[in-house]
């Protein structure tokens, strides 16, 4: 048996990059299929799918990136749509099970994103997603097979510590093109006295944009790693979450960060997304904290000390590779 794995964002042709990549959909989903694949001692083509001779028995289909033209990525000079529709349609005319890992409601949105998904749907032969909502949303554009498979934990799992919150200090992490929810809330928060925001670079001035935004707070900027807080000793004691449950395009996101969060020992403090509902009276809504004491979050910090252990549990790689396993060998 053979497994393709299409991905954006790749600098070589190397299928490694999977567990390194920025893009976190690769590193915690298609990197987590290829596990699977590799257990059931599965080929995998080291990302050759423009040629039209490399057949395989599953091809997967990660997040479709919008194409940059920058040439930063190999397949990123303004051809990536044609070379991934053709290589989608030679798979379907040689019997390969098609499946699309479907983590952005991109299907809205006016651009070559949307283009690539309504171009693929009518080949695609089951759709995973990361929650229920974001099942629901491709519902309505496609009428197969969709299956959930969560987002795992990539940490090392910290224990929750005691801790008074008479100072909070908060960390922020994730990609930048997210950073705009983080901004949205600094701008009127007065309860934050420091924040590490954790993301893929920034420039001076887009620093000195957000230090202006909150002159009360105390900004550390670092640049993301796998093991990021292991690594650079951060102590904070929340986890700020935000969002926006308008933005179509991310309100069936998964819940890693949330669970990340409970992972790291940190009290979540997020927007209230569908995805997050199961652990809703784990983590304080982002749009009340404002109205929190120190004595209300150590009380928070107490209910995470008791729940941590079975709310991460469910998310281990082990289970989460358990479940592409089941899929690759139930689908063919």
């Known amino acids: 048996m053979k497994l393709g794995i299409l991905a954006s964002n790749f ?17 915690m989903r298609l990197n987590l299929a290829k596990e699977a694949a590799l257990i059931k001692k599965y080929e995998i083509p080291q990302l050759n799918f423009y ?7 599953f091809l997967l289909i990660g997040k479709f990136v919008s194409e940059s033209g920058s040439k930063s990525f190999y397949d990123d000079d303004g ?10 349609e030679f798979s379907k005319e040689n019997n390969t099970k098609i499946i699309l890992d479907y983590t952005d409601h991109l299907l809205i949105v006016q651009d070559d994103r949307a283009k690539f998904y309504n171009r693929i749907l009518p080949y695609v032969d089951i ?6 909502k974001m099942k629901k949303n491709i519902s309505s554009y496609y009428f197969g097979k969709v299956e959930i498979i969560e987002d795992p934990i990539e940490i090392e799992i910290n224990n929750v510590k ?15 093109v997210n950073l705009v929810y983080l901004l949205n809330f600094i701008n009127k928060s007065n309860k934050i006295n420091k924040l590490k925001i954790v993301t893929n670079k920034l420039n001076n001035k887009d620093k000195s944009v957000i230090e202006k935004l ?3 707070i105390e900004f ?7 093991d990021f807080y292991k690594k650079n000793n951060l102590n904070c004691n929340i986890c700020l979450i935000p969002s926006d449950i308008s933005d179509e395009k991310k309100n069936g996101v998964s819940n890693n960060r949330l669970i990340t969060a409970f992972a790291l020992g940190l009290l979540p403090v997020a927007t209230v997304v569908e995805s997050y509902s199961e652990y809703r009276n784990n983590f304080i809504n982002i749009d009340e904290f404002q109205s929190y004491n120190s004595i209300g979050l150590q009380k928070f910090n107490e209910k995470l000390k008791a729940n941590q252990n079975s709310i991460i549990e469910k998310y281990t790689k ?3 590779i358990d479940k592409w396993n089941k899929l690759i060998e139930v689908e063919k």
């Open 318 to 320: 082990i289970k989460i």
């Open 214 to 216: 909150n002159k009360e």
């Open 220 to 226: 550390k900027f670092i640049e993301w790693e796998l």
């Open 127 to 132: 759709v995973v997603t990361p929650s229920l």
């Open 51 to 57: 040629n039209e001779i490399e057949k395989v028995d």
């Open 162 to 176: 005691n801790d008074s919150y008479e100072q909070i200090d908060a960390l922020w992490f994730g990609h930048n």
């Open 79 to 88: 051809t990536r749509l044609e070379k991934w529709c053709k290589y989608i």
């Open 11 to 27: 600098k070589t042709v190397n299928l490694s990059e999977l567990s390194l990549s920025e893009l976190a959909s690769n590193r």
